[in-house]
């Protein structure tokens, strides 16, 4: 299935919501129908009578109006919208008020349209009041009675003043019909908006318009999509990525030039799309990305599972995961209880994890979200971004079979899985057993250290760029990419370039994590987050005898003192030239040698002398740089030690 079919399947399947605006302005809109801001609202009787104009606060100012193709996609023309538009649109007196412009022709078009709709057998009573309200040519006066305009010297209305941030002389009305009718008892109980007063909100009316729309259609094209004669829309809409957005996803209306020229005679050749196919797919999509997008500057992503039940974030870290799938519902079908242990059983024998509680914790939230799945449930993912401000490029668009979504996923983590340091206002400092989110991982790869937390301030692109080339790793299973990589060592061997030691050990975790992957993808190796206690490599062991230098010297110091030891200090160099560096470090280690209880001290002579002795003679002395296998050495090492004095304490 195209992803404009999967968007008019979901669409269908979530028909019954569209046009019901709810608490958080979120709505999936009907055909015919789109968004704008309003600035007034007007109320009027049922006979067409004035009663009240209020201006509109700025949290209540999405307001759901009726549209036509042409007047959707208006910029410089005069195409009116059917029912709420602009002053100039509506106002017969707007030249008395307003100096120096002439908006009759725009309220002559904006009447007629409007008598046409009032006049058919799909006139609503609410269109009628609006009707005969404007037909009296009292808007802008009536307005002015209450108070709602600042006027300047003239006497006319200041074209300086806002509402909101528009103009007051370009403010867009919207109305509410109050007939003085008591309501019936369970009113409130009527989400379709049919006894509320508010135009926008009147589902009725929505149905009315779409009729009436329906009613106007005459000549009809080949839809591409469907293979129906249906009304064809060439303007399609806007607004994709969020209120202010003037990209199209599908345009082709430069016929100067070499939009669809070269390959077609004619824009029909392209593409033939049927308006209402379009306005279900965009305004699927306008739903989808507002409900439950994401995005990155200019970059906006959306996951979603066919049936629209919670589905992990492919973007959000193991901990992330693993906090909604423990908020996850338990009552789950027979038909999804059935597939999702038949899948679960199928996967029991390929987990890789550690042993660790945290991993087993990610495991049951896997299994967790299994349980939500049918055996037709596909899991889609799109990206878009625009690099000018009328086109919108699809920049991804995937679909997978949910459980194989899920089995990548589960990949990528086990993959990555390490210990991630985190701080959080709820629950101050914890370490994860997992992998970071990519928000995180573009931060901590590309930002800069700022009151104690990274940041991208001005290199937001980095964000696009994470997401752009993990999409791969982490879907398809690839490798990350060796530059990143190989940023991550580098940042996580300079321990001393950052001012809080918890940011350092967030991207030293990472590092380990990159590195991880790199190896079992490349070599088949796998590592853990245990102490590997026989491993001979080179670099594992190098790691090894930094983190106990380390460990002998930080056994040293004051609880005050907040110095570092001089491994974390010449780690870079380590890195680089590990022979030449140990001995160094050996000599520097002498002093702290002799501050340790003679018990402690012969501990850890020991414990050199063991990772000395798992040595190549040609190895130790090979003085090239390490990789990133060294890290690894080190924070297992590091964590044993600590672990190890943690015990002994207890």
């Known amino acids: 299935m195209n992803w404009i079919a999967e968007l008019c399947d979901l669409y269908d399947k979530n028909q019954h919501l569209a046009g019901r605006m709810g608490e958080d302005h ?45 007047s959707a996609s208006r910029t410089a023309g005069i195409e009116p919208h059917p029912l709420c538009d602009n002053l100039k649109y509506l106002a017969a007196d707007y030249n008395q008020f307003v100096k120096g412009k002439d908006c009759s022709k725009n309220h002559l078009l904006y009447m007629e349209h409007l008598k046409e709709w009032a006049d058919s057998s799909y006139c609503h009573s609410k269109v009628k009041a609006v009707y005969q309200y404007l037909e009296k040519g009292t808007l802008m006066k009536d307005l002015n009675n209450q108070g709602i305009f600042i006027q300047d010297e003239s006497g006319k209305i200041s074209e300086k003043a806002k509402i909101q941030i528009v103009a007051q002389t370009d403010a867009f009305i919207r109305f509410q019909i109050d007939t003085g009718e008591v309501l019936p008892e369970d009113a409130l109980m009527d989400d379709s908006g049919s006894l509320s007063v508010k135009c926008w909100k009147d589902c009725s009316l929505q149905q009315n318009y779409i009729e009436y729309c329906r009613s106007q259609q005459k000549e009809t094209g080949l839809s591409y999509l469907t293979g129906d004669l249906a009304q064809i829309s060439w303007l399609q809409p806007k607004k994709i990525r969020n209120e202010g957005d003037g990209a199209k996803l599908i345009s082709a209306n430069d016929e100067s030039n070499y939009t669809y020229r070269g390959r077609f005679a004619n824009k029909e050749e392209a593409f033939s799309i049927g308006y209402e196919d379009s306005q279900k797919a965009h305004n699927a999509l306008k739903w989808l990305l507002r409900k439950q997008g994401t995005n990155y500057g200019s970059l906006y992503l959306v996951t979603w599972e066919s049936d629209l039940k919670t589905v992990a974030d492919w973007q959000s870290s193991s901990d992330e995961l693993c906090i909604q799938a423990e908020a996850l519902p338990d009552e789950v ?173 967030r991207i030293l975790a990472l590092a380990c994590s990159l590195v991880k992957q790199q190896i079992e993808k490349r070599y088949g190796e796998v590592y853990t987050m245990a102490l590997d206690k026989k491993c001979r490599k080179r670099e594992y062991l190098f790691g090894r005898l930094l983190a106990v230098a380390d460990r002998i010297e930080y056994r040293t110091f004051d609880k005050e003192d907040g110095r570092e030891t001089n491994a974390k200090r010449y780690m870079s160099a380590f890195s680089q030239h590990p022979y030449r560096t140990w001995k160094v470090l050996e000599e520097k280690l002498e002093p702290y040698f002799m501050r340790l209880k003679a018990p402690e001290r012969l501990v850890y002579q020991r414990l050199l002398d063991d990772i000395c002795n798992l040595f190549e003679i040609e190895d130790f002395e090979n003085d090239t740089a390490l990789n990133g296998l060294y890290l690894l050495g080190f924070h297992n090492q590091s964590y044993a030690l600590k672990e190890k004095k943690k015990e002994e304490e207890e």
């Open 26 to 70: 979120i709505v999936l809109l009907p055909p015919y129908h789109t968004t704008v801001a309003a600035q007034i609202t007007v109320t009027i009787d049922g006979d067409g009578n004035f009663l009240r104009a209020e201006t509109v606060p700025d949290e209540d100012k999405l307001t759901i109006i009726p549209v036509t193709e042409k």
């Open 333 to 505: 079908s027979e038909e999804e209880e059935e597939f999702s242990d038949e899948v679960w059983d199928e996967e029991e024998e390929q987990y890789k994890g550690t042993g660790e509680a945290g991993a087993m914790r990610f495991r049951q939230a896997i299994k967790g979200y299994r349980k939500n799945l049918t055996q037709t449930s596909n899991t889609m993912i799109m990206a878009f971004d625009a690099a000018t401000t009328g086109r919108l490029a699809m920049v991804e668009c995937r679909s997978y079979d949910s459980s194989r979504y899920l089995d990548s996923l589960q990949s990528w983590y086990e993959r990555c899985e390490w210990r991630q340091p985190k701080s959080s206002k709820e629950r101050g400092r914890y370490i994860y057993y997992g992998m970071v989110g990519i928000k995180d991982a573009a931060e901590l790869l590309y930002g800069t250290e700022q009151n104690g937390y990274f940041s991208l301030s001005g290199k937001e692109e980095r964000y696009k760029d994470v997401v752009k080339r993990w999409m791969p790793c982490i879907l398809d299973k690839k490798e990350v990419p060796a530059d990143m990589v190989r940023l991550a060592v580098q940042r996580a061997s300079s321990p001393v370039s950052f001012e809080s030691r918890f940011l350092w050990e």
